[in-house]
């Protein structure tokens, strides 16, 4: 039976027969490809990661906004565009209904990629960092929508934790209050991002997919609705040493701070602010953490469907 929101939705041929089958899908976000990395480092990571999505089983959806329509999953030639198109508008949740009803070119931030991933049936998404309480928040009020929809939307985040820009410790209690699992993939700590270790214990951990897989059937077996952080640390041999990317964390937030960049413009000043101060080195980091993403969702996303 057709939904709503279906006229919306264009549906890659490969993702719908996928669905279709019940084989393992991967939702990947488009803000990392328009706001988060500089062409051609964007394309090439994003085509790498669908790459990698393939190469551990599963079929990727890279999802975005064009015209006016939901692309779940796009194509070379819309990958492309989205690369290197400069009016391209960051939506999360407040901004899907307007950017959709003015026919606009829109890239998804992790809550409305989760929200047209989750319309669309798939439960597992791939992305760098989730968003979280922003360092000073209990002054400025400023806490991103990922956290309220991972509450609701019943899907599967795979990051290297959240960002390291962020207050790290409030975002965990943030999560707890609404009732998310988080959990570190292979370790104790939360990662932080650029490094492997936050300083925080993570609240719960698992050391393969299958049990990942298996916790979600059961969350959901029980209509626990909402989403799960799980928490993958970047590899060492990639992580950015904390002494370097701390400096850089609080330079950039003091550059913001006498800019008075805020709101949605601040996640990605503080990301090329810190990418300019560590010499590219955060850029490099970015990547290969994504990357590992990647292939760690698709992982679960496969156990998933195996269980049936």
């Given at each position: 039976?057709?939904?709503?929101?279906?006229?919306?939705l264009?549906?890659?041929?490969?993702?719908?027969?996928?669905?279709?089958?019940g084989?393992?899908?991967?939702a990947?976000?488009?803000?990392?490809?328009?706001?988060?990395?500089?062409?051609?480092?964007?394309?090439?990571?994003?085509?790498?990661?669908?790459?990698?999505?393939?190469?551990?089983?599963?079929v990727?959806?890279?999802?975005?906004?064009?015209?006016?329509?939901?692309?779940?999953?796009?194509?070379?030639?819309?990958?492309?565009?989205?690369?290197?198109?400069?009016?391209?508008?960051?939506?999360?949740?407040?901004?899907?209904?307007?950017?959709?009803?003015?026919g606009?070119?829109?890239?998804?931030?992790?809550?409305?990629?989760?929200?047209?991933?989750?319309?669309?049936?798939i439960?597992?998404?791939?992305?760098?960092?989730?968003?979280?309480?922003?360092?000073?928040?209990?002054?400025?009020?400023?806490?991103?929508?990922?956290?309220?929809?991972l509450?609701t939307?019943?899907?599967?985040?795979?990051?290297?934790?959240?960002?390291?820009?962020?207050?790290?410790?409030?975002?965990?209690?943030?999560?707890?209050?609404?009732?998310?699992?988080?959990?570190?993939?292979?370790?104790?700590?939360?990662?932080?991002?650029?490094?492997?270790?936050?300083?925080?214990?993570?609240?719960?951990?698992?050391?393969?997919?299958?049990?990942?897989?298996?916790?979600?059937?059961?969350?959901?077996?029980?209509?626990?609705?909402g989403?799960?952080?799980?928490?993958?640390?970047?590899?060492?041999?990639y992580?950015?040493?904390?002494?370097?990317?701390?400096?850089?964390?609080?330079?950039?937030?003091?550059?913001?701070?006498?800019?008075?960049?805020?709101?949605?413009?601040?996640?990605?000043?503080?990301?090329?602010?810190?990418?300019?101060?560590?010499?590219?080195?955060?850029?490099?980091?970015?990547?290969?953490?994504?990357?590992?993403?990647?292939?760690?969702?698709?992982?679960?996303?496969a156990?998933?469907?195996?269980?049936?």
């Amino acid at each position: 039976m057709s939904k709503p929101w279906d006229k919306y939705l264009d549906v890659l041929p490969e993702v719908r027969q996928a669905l279709d089958q019940g084989k393992a899908v991967v939702a990947l976000e488009s803000t990392i490809i328009s706001h988060g990395m500089p062409y051609p480092d964007n394309l090439d990571c994003a085509a790498n990661c669908e790459k990698i999505v393939r190469d551990h089983g599963a079929v990727p959806a890279t999802i975005a906004i064009l015209e006016g329509r939901v692309k779940i999953g796009v194509t070379r030639t819309e990958l492309e565009y989205l690369a290197r198109a400069k009016n391209v508008v960051k939506c999360s949740r407040r901004d899907l209904a307007a950017v959709l009803a003015l026919g606009q070119d829109g890239a998804t931030t992790v809550a409305a990629t989760m929200i047209l991933a989750d319309r669309a049936g798939i439960r597992f998404f791939a992305t760098g960092g989730v968003g979280g309480v922003h360092r000073g928040a209990e002054n400025s009020m400023d806490i991103s929508a990922d956290l309220t929809e991972l509450q609701t939307t019943g899907v599967c985040v795979v990051s290297a934790g959240v960002k390291s820009i962020l207050d790290i410790g409030r975002t965990l209690e943030y999560l707890e209050t609404l009732g998310v699992p988080v959990v570190a993939f292979g370790q104790n700590r939360f990662p932080a991002f650029y490094t492997p270790d936050s300083g925080f214990d993570a609240p719960l951990r698992m050391d393969t997919a299958a049990a990942v897989a298996r916790m979600l059937k059961v969350k959901w077996d029980f209509a626990l609705h909402g989403g799960a952080v799980i928490g993958n640390p970047i590899s060492v041999e990639y992580a950015v040493p904390p002494e370097r990317i701390n400096v850089a964390i609080e330079e950039a937030l003091r550059r913001a701070d006498t800019n008075k960049i805020t709101g949605k413009e601040i996640t990605p000043f503080l990301l090329d602010t810190v990418k300019e101060l560590t010499g590219g080195e955060s850029l490099e980091a970015n990547k290969r953490l994504v990357y590992s993403n990647a292939a760690l969702a698709a992982d679960i996303a496969a156990a998933f469907a195996a269980l049936g």
